[in-house]
């Protein structure tokens, strides 16, 4: 994987204030070179998944107005405005098609295959062949999306009071949904002297429309292939009745999240604390279904809007300046729970309603804590100090909590009232604390000129950190990375 970005920018002085344009062409390409077939041999496995090559180009503009400020009495406000605009389009490429063959089957005479002269790919004389193959075939696809969006900002002071009222209109030519989202931030300063403002705001988020999810449309099907152990005249691999699943492309509500935020700034200690409570109510999220399945018919899948999501946290933080060095602590507790970890997951209008038995009770589906989001407790310490001879030392520590992992039991479910619920256990995950460090060389350069060498070490004691449920996979162990930036 990799990519390409060329951007630039234009800032000029108009209309009385600050005009900036910003125009970007970026591609992301992802590849994957492999033999095109691959066996699951009874005691080994051989081959690949075939050659791949998916990219994406994006051409972005954005034009940007910040006025100067303009009074109305005794508000002064400071009008922001602007638009954007961006085109994607997206290639799948698959040139050839690739065979993955399963279930060994030992060979014996009379098995046609006992000298594997009709096959000889996916069989071994005298020991063992496959009998089962997915079939994904040569496949090109394309799609692209145009999406627009106009947004307005008043930023309003009045005595104490600081309001920061908004709203953002989007649209995109995939699900041709116009969204309007309004926003509002505001600050009060107690006692007029700065020292203590207290914060409040609400706001609403869209996301963005899922590309892939039309793209997958134009994929071709993958098949799933057998053969029998004894043909009379020759090996012959027929298709299954049912093709498991199409992608189906469905225009849906675009997903959205409210968000309420509320806060205190205090100056203390020659720093300053902050608090913010944090809610997020998420609606209409994308999830999956799919068609009852019927022999001998496509079984589609499509996206719905069926995903629901909820998210607080509280956070308590304190940092300060001094001449030469930073300090930053925060500390947060969270909880969010989700009807689905990703779109992908199948989440059909009934499941909403179901119940299931975790914890020694009964509780809707939904009320399940998320697998991988449920680290109730997170602490970050930020300390950077300059040095002498143009170096910065910055050490930062990162707690979280350990989670509970949510399994489904394969114990026989539970009956109540005559009633079957599936059962759901936790399984916990230790917590973990990662100590980053990074240090800055800026030596002396010449007038509007800099230099900045850079070596960061992240996960500096190599810990090891589980990733959500996964028994046998964990986030990156120490890494080293070194930058050169020169500013002219």
């Known amino acids: 994987g990799g990519g390409t970005s060329l951007l630039a920018a234009y800032e000029t002085a108009a209309a009385g204030g600050v ?3 910003r125009v970007g062409f970026r591609r992301s390409e992802n590849s994957r070179t492999a033999p095109k077939d691959y066996f699951l041999w009874t005691e080994s496995k051989e081959g690949g998944f075939g050659n791949l090559d998916i990219q994406q180009d994006s051409y972005e503009f954005n034009l940007d107005w910040l006025s100067s400020t303009m009074m109305s009495g005794d508000a002064a406000h400071k009008l922001n405005a602007g638009m954007q605009w961006l085109y994607t389009s997206s290639s799948y490429d698959r040139d050839e098609t690739s065979y993955a063959y399963r279930t060994s089957v030992p ?17 071994i004389p005298g020991d063992q062949y496959l009998s089962k193959r997915s079939v994904y075939s040569a496949s090109h696809s394309r799609a692209k999306l145009n999406q627009a969006a106009l947004y307005l900002e008043d930023q309003v002071s009045l005595g104490r009071l600081e309001l920061r009222p908004g709203v953002r209109f989007s649209y995109d030519d995939l699900m041709e949904n116009i969204d309007t989202a309004p926003r509002l931030a505001s600050s009060y300063d107690l006692f007029g002297n700065g020292r203590s403002k207290v914060i409040a705001g609400w706001n609403r988020y869209y996301g963005d429309t899922l590309l892939t999810y039309k793209l997958r449309e134009g994929i071709a099907l993958s098949e ?16 299954a009745s049912l093709v498991l699943v199409s992608d189906q492309f469905s225009k849906l509500k675009t997903p959205f999240t409210d968000e309420t935020v509320v806060g205190f700034d205090q100056l203390l200690w020659g720093g300053t604390t902050g608090f913010r409570y944090v809610r997020r109510d998420g609606e209409d999220e994308f999830a999956r279904e799919r068609d009852a399945a019927v ?3 496509v079984r589609y899948s499509r996206l719905n809007n069926n995903g ?6 509280y956070r308590l933080s304190w940092e300060r300046h001094w001449s030469a060095q930073f300090l930053s602590m925060n500390i947060a ?5 989700s009807t689905h970890d990703d779109y992908d997951d199948i989440l059909v209008m009934d499941d909403l309603n179901e119940q299931i038995w975790y914890d020694g009770e009964l509780l809707d589906a939904d009320e399940l804590p998320r697998n991988d989001f449920n680290r ?23 707690f979280r909590s350990g989670y509970e992992n949510i399994i489904k039991s394969s114990e026989p479910p539970i009956t109540i009232d005559g009633i079957d619920y599936s059962i759901y256990y936790k399984e916990k995950r230790p917590s973990s604390t990662i100590f980053d460090w990074r240090i800055d060389w800026i030596p002396p350069a010449f007038p509007a000129q800099a230099l900045t060498v850079t070596l960061e070490i992240f996960n500096l004691l190599n810990k090891r950190t589980y990733v959500g449920g996964a028994t046998d996979e964990y986030e990156l162990g120490r890494q080293f990375w070194a930058g050169v930036e020169y500013t002219f």
């Open 107 to 123: 060979i014996s005479p009379p098995d046609p295959l006992a000298d594997c002269v009709s096959d000889p790919i996916a069989c």
């Open 376 to 398: 109730r407790w997170v602490a970050s310490l930020l300390y950077s100090v300059a040095m002498d001879y143009g170096f910065r030392f910055t050490n930062t520590t990162n």
């Open 19 to 21: 005009l900036d344009l």
């Open 333 to 337: 507790y969270a909880s969010s729970t």
């Open 308 to 313: 629901k999501s909820h998210y607080e946290s």
């Open 224 to 239: 799933t292939q057998s053969r029998s152990t004894v043909i009379d005249n020759d090996v012959e691999w027929t298709t």
């Open 295 to 297: 022999s001998g018919e």
